[in-house]
Every structure is written in C-alpha cells, then in structure tokens.
C-alpha cells in the first residue's frame, strides 16, 4: 500500500511541485521495506510505512495545489497576452506583423496544454515585454 501511495505521488509531478515530502516518503519506504526484511522487525516496518504514506500523501496533495496554481497562472498570462494580440491588431497591427508573435503566442499555449506548466509560465512571462512594446506601438499611433 505504501509503495503504491509513493507512486501516486510521483504520477503527480510530486518531484517537480513537492520534492521535499516526496523525498521524506521514498526514505520513509525504504526503511519500511529495509525493517521488514530484518526478522522480527514487522511492527517498525508497519509504523514506518505508515509514515510513508503520510508522506506521500502529503507530497501528492502538494504537488495536486501546486499545479493547479501554476495553471491558474498560466491561463492569466495567456489571456493577458491574447488581450494584448488583439489590441494590436484592433489598432492596426497587420496580419504580418501579427504573425510571428501569434506564433509565440501559441507556442507557449501549446507547452501549457502539454503539461510543462513551469517552462510556459517563464516562457509567457519573457514574451509579455516584447508584446508589450509591439502594444505600444500601435497604441500610440490612435
């Protein structure tokens, strides 16, 4: 039980969003496991699988908070960054010049949906200055 408990965890991106209590439950199956091939020591191990499973349900509730955070992140950047799209375009930006950061636009969009939620938040996060600036330009010609 503990052990599928701990792989949960993993399944969750724990290693990514909750390192440290993943860490805490691994060392803690491992001596459960360690304890139970020792002779006699089938209630320690008993307790300490107990504690990796604690563990690693504290490390999947973690990393499940976490992720939905950074998602909750990432779809503000991109709506803050279609927003800015579409005044540039609204304003006179041409499809051209739309064109390459309509592109970039979807690139980060396509990491998120993919699952790599840290790398299209900077991504996102890079991209607002330039998109920004790109903005600006159209802004102030209205």
């Known amino acids: 039980m503990a052990a599928a408990r701990v792989e949960v965890a993993r399944a969750s991106d724990a290693a990514l969003f909750a390192a440290p209590a993943?860490?805490?439950?691994?060392a803690a199956l491992a001596r459960a496991r360690r304890l139970a091939t020792?002779?006699?020591?089938?209630?320690?191990a008993i307790l300490v699988a107990g504690e990796a499973v604690e563990h690693a349900d504290e490390a999947f509730?973690?990393?499940?908070?976490?992720?939905?955070?950074f998602a909750r992140k990432l779809t503000r950047c991109l709506g803050e960054l279609?927003?800015?799209l579409s005044m540039a375009?609204?304003?006179?930006?041409?499809?051209e010049e739309l064109a390459p950061f309509e592109l970039r636009y979807r690139s980060v969009r396509t990491l998120g949906e993919s699952g790599d939620l840290l790398t299209a938040i900077a991504?996102?996060?890079a991209f607002k200055p330039e998109l920004l600036l790109f903005e600006q330009r159209?802004?102030?010609?209205?």
């Open 22 to 26: 993943l860490a805490s439950a691994e």
């Open 38 to 44: 020792e002779g006699k020591a089938y209630r320690d």
């Open 138 to 142: 159209f802004r102030d010609q209205h």
């Open 123 to 125: 991504e996102a996060e």
């Open 61 to 69: 509730r973690q990393s499940t908070m976490k992720k939905r955070f």
């Open 89 to 95: 375009g609204s304003r006179g930006a041409t499809p």
């Open 82 to 84: 279609e927003g800015l």
